[in-house]
């Protein structure tokens, strides 16, 4: 997972080839902490169809009111520079998966 800060180019995000997911956490938060090697692993799986990006909340704050990440940990889908969901609270593989594929058109068509 690349991660980003306030000083990244929100560009980047806009101009992403493939779809994104993005992890919002805290250093101090054990949930977040937690859903690390999850997503580590998922991106493993599907690091070809979509990016994955982590952005830590305390030098993230722009990113985040973008957003409109209120709680952590957050993940978000982003396709063609829009957030198309959003999730709250930590979750299995199984969960995070269900929930890409739900999310991401282009996921769909590979079940």
């Not at 938060?29 to 952005?55: H, S, W």
């Not at 722009?62 to 957050?74: C, F, G, K």
Request: proline share 5%; net charge positive.
């Amino acid at each position: 997972m690349k991660a980003i800060t306030d000083t990244s180019l929100v560009s980047e995000l806009e101009s992403a080839k493939l779809p994104i997911v993005m992890k919002f956490e805290a250093k101090w938060c054990q949930p977040c902490k937690a859903m690390t090697p999850i997503l580590l692993d998922i991106e493993k799986e599907y690091g070809n169809r979509v990016q994955f990006f982590t952005a830590n909340v305390e030098h993230c704050n722009l990113i985040a009111q973008r957003y409109q990440v209120t709680q952590i940990p957050a993940i978000i889908a982003i396709d063609k520079g829009i957030m198309i969901a959003k999730r709250h609270g930590s979750a299995s593989k199984a969960e995070i998966v269900q929930w890409m594929v739900q999310s991401v058109p282009s996921l769909r068509n590979d079940r």
